[in-house]
């Protein structure tokens, strides 16, 4: 037998990204096959234990379903398809009849072999050689609270957001910024900015760490019961919690688990006691005494690059000594950590910095912990790479999503071409469990990154597409606090300057920009859907559909004006949603640089207006559709362009 197909190709393997339970009822399957190798992919499916007599057979033979296969992923090198099955008895054999121009082929788990005609196949059933889902048990489920992917999350460094100090001891946004510099930013600041977070749409807060310790990033622990006094008390931070939940806004902090700071009394006690500390085995320690290097005269490590350290840290550097989470110390204390300030000032999520440095068995701790206290407690991890083996349900919900803003960041920056930037989000799309994608935390900057806006040469139309792209992605959008007003800024610490609140100052275009897609996101769900749906143009251009809503979407990143072509099924009318305009989209059409849009066909209008005369229930995406065709149609001065060919 020969095989023409690419083998090399040909992958899936059972409970994995590539069959997993969406919900109680609902597998998802996920097949990878060479480019253009099949011309039809189906599924062979049913219960290992459902057997039964037929006319063809004497013999018992196995029921089961032939589903077809969509092909719902292409990249360069591959095509993925895709099917959802619900098992009737929740448990699953299941194989794939691939299909080329002149043979067909079985696929399972042991080998690919040549597919016989049906009734032949009733009497060699081999289930031995079929994948596997044995059970859809609910305990394995992806359990996600509810509220985070419909959540608007905003991120804040509290020493840097707003300070209610008449006096501080830097001047409000000196420049430049360093690490050991605090500018006075404080709970009580922010309990005043609340509102102004509350109008611009956000309903979830991320702090970055808020415990005490020496530093303004306090990334180094020293006691993880005690708000930081330079940021505040605990009881203005629960005064804080309860403030925001009665404007509709959720609260996540930062948990620095995988390492504490340097003055943690754990670790104090090593450095005194050496090895008759009771804390030695909390940490990792290679020799005593632990420490090898000068301290200032304040007992702060200092000038030891380049020294071998005699225990394990974050990195390189000993102002952060690596817990060791198996010890039964660590453990009662870090999980004393969580359940407290669940408890006792009603937080709703914790965020891991370094999570994927933290062992599976403690995060799996953590998330049992964390459920226990609050049943609807999100557990974000800050993983920088592919993830899936920390989100299989039962440690992480839900990572900062650095595996998509890649390819967004090298396409805005111009480092990939439209095509490497399509490649990448297909490859990402299709190897994501949808369950997962729709908590993903969705970002374009961090205190860990270069600011969007520094990333992009300070261009608010680039940021502009940035901010596209991560509101039209399945998951939770983050703003770093300052994009939405134009902050700026370099590596790490520059990226962490003052916000910006003189009136002056402030972009407030970007700002009426972002608070426009946070409308939008609440008012149309199909932007949030998965897939983007690609169209051969020489612009970016995509729709976003469910079984609702089509968005037609134009993104040009070119830094000169030009000429795109927009194919015959995608031409009409339309409205702009963003800027509330009704436009005519012929074949061809002039664009400015780094220009977008993102459009609603028009044609559905008539619907909408004939449901409003019926007084029939609509949708909150078509009430908010209505909205703007009202403001664009029946205005004194309608917003009416037609974008012509090039030709006329």
Same mark, same amino acid.
């Given at each position: ?258 390492? $504490? ?212 992605? $399945? ?22 300057? $003052? ?150």
């Amino acid at each position: 037998m020969v095989i023409k197909m690419n083998r090399l190709a040909l992958w899936h393997q059972a409970k994995s990204e590539y069959a997993y339970a969406y919900d109680k009822d609902t597998l998802h399957l996920v097949l990878r096959t060479g480019k253009n190798d099949l011309t039809e992919v189906l599924c062979i499916h049913g219960d290992p234990f459902s057997w039964h007599k037929t006319a063809l057979s004497t013999k018992m033979v196995w029921k089961h379903d032939i589903t077809p296969m969509m092909k719902r992923y292409q990249t360069r090198d591959f095509d993925f398809y895709f099917v959802q099955i619900k098992p009737a008895n929740f448990r699953t054999k299941y194989a794939f009849i691939l299909k080329e121009p002149e043979h067909t082929y079985l696929f399972g788990a042991k080998r690919v072999k040549e597919f016989v005609s049906e009734k032949e196949l009733y009497q060699e059933y081999d289930l031995t050689e079929y994948f596997n889902f044995p059970y859809l048990n609910q305990e394995d489920l992806h359990h996600t609270p509810s509220w985070v992917k419909d959540t608007i999350w905003y991120q804040i460094f509290p020493d840097r957001f707003y300070t209610t100090l008449e006096e501080t001891v830097l001047p409000w946004g000196k420049l430049p910024v360093f690490n050991h510099e605090h500018y006075g930013g404080n709970l009580l600041g922010i309990m005043e900015k609340l509102p102004y977070l509350a109008d611009l749409g956000i309903t979830g807060i991320y702090f970055t760490p808020i415990f005490f310790s020496p530093s303004a990033h306090k990334y180094d622990t020293s006691d993880y019961f005690l708000i930081d006094p330079q940021i505040g008390t605990n009881e203005e931070f629960k005064e804080m919690v309860k403030r925001a939940h009665q404007l509709g806004i959720k609260v996540m902090l930062d948990g620095v688990f995988n390492h $504490c700071g340097y003055h943690h009394p754990f670790f104090q006690d090593v450095v005194k006691n050496g090895e008759k500390s009771i804390y030695k085995d909390a940490f990792f320690i290679d020799e005593f005494p632990v420490v090898n290097f000068p301290l200032d005269s304040l007992g702060k490590p200092i000038n030891y690059h380049g020294i071998p350290l005699r225990f394990r840290t974050f990195a390189f550097t000993p102002v952060m000594p690596k817990w060791n989470t198996s010890n039964p110390l660590v453990e009662e204390h870090l999980l004393s950590v969580i359940t407290y300030w669940i408890k006792e000032h009603d937080i709703d999520g914790w965020r891991l910095d370094v999570s994927n440095e933290v062992s599976h068995e403690f995060l799996r701790k953590i998330k049992e912990v964390s459920r226990k206290a609050k049943k609807e407690t999100f557990i974000l991890g800050e993983n920088w790479d592919s993830s899936i083996p920390w989100l299989r349900g039962d440690q992480l919900d839900s990572v900062m999503n650095y595996d998509l803003i890649y390819p967004v960041w090298k396409y805005l920056d111009h480092t990939f071409d439209k095509e490497t930037f399509i490649d990448m989000i297909q490859n990402y799309l299709a190897q994501t469990p949808k369950n997962v994608m729709e908590n993903m935390f969705n970002l374009v900057g961090s205190h860990d990154t270069i600011r969007i806006k520094r990333r992009l040469k300070d261009d608010p139309r680039r940021v502009k597409l940035s901010y596209l792209l991560m509101f039209l992605s $399945c998951g939770a959008p983050n703003i770093y606090y300052g994009d939405e007003i134009g902050l700026t800024g370099e590596h790490d610490p520059d990226n962490r300057r $003052c916000m910006l609140w003189d009136n002056q100052e402030i972009d407030h275009d970007f700002y009426s920009f972002t608070k426009k897609l946070i409308q939008l996101r609440k008012s149309y769900p199909v932007m949030r859907d998965p897939d983007y749906h690609f169209i051969n143009s020489n612009a970016l251009l995509f729709t976003k559909r469910d079984k609702e809503t089509e968005l037609l979407v134009m993104i040009y990143n070119e830094p000169k004006k030009g000429l795109i072509t927009i194919p015959k099924n995608y031409q009409g009318r339309y409205i702009d949603l963003l800027t509330e305009q009704i436009l005519t989209l012929h074949d061809t059409m002039n664009v400015e640089a780094y220009s977008f849009m993102l459009l609603k066909k028009e044609e559905t209008l008539w619907n909408l207006r004939f449901a409003m005369l019926l007084n029939a229930p609509m949708s909150v995406s078509q009430l908010y559709h209505v909205s703007l065709i009202k403001r664009a149609m029946f205005t004194k001065k309608p917003k009416i362009l037609s974008i012509r060919s090039s030709r006329n």
